[in-house]
């Protein structure tokens, strides 16, 4: 079948039509700032988010940055 959406798909639709607002993202906006600074200026770097390898949700501690579909 064409142009119809997999499973997975759905899931990702459905998990980001459940997100809600984040209300005091005033708070958070200085850290995101940096984050994209540090990339900017290479001091930070991206790695891809792995599952197979065993790294889950669970696996992402307090206080790191994700990408969300990145």
């Given at each position: 079948m064409r142009?119809?959406?997999?499973?997975?798909?759905?899931?990702?639709?459905?998990?980001?039509?459940?997100?809600?607002?984040?209300?005091d993202f005033a708070t958070f906006k200085?850290?995101?700032?940096?984050?994209?600074?540090?990339?900017?200026?290479?001091i930070r770097t991206t790695g891809r988010f792995v599952r197979d390898l065993g790294t889950s949700k669970a696996d992402i501690k307090q206080g790191e940055f994700f990408i969300v579909g990145g």
């Open positions: 142009d119809v959406r997999s499973n997975a798909g759905r899931s990702a639709a459905d998990e980001i039509a459940a997100a809600t607002r984040c209300e200085p850290r995101f700032e940096q984050v994209q600074a540090d990339l900017d200026a290479s």
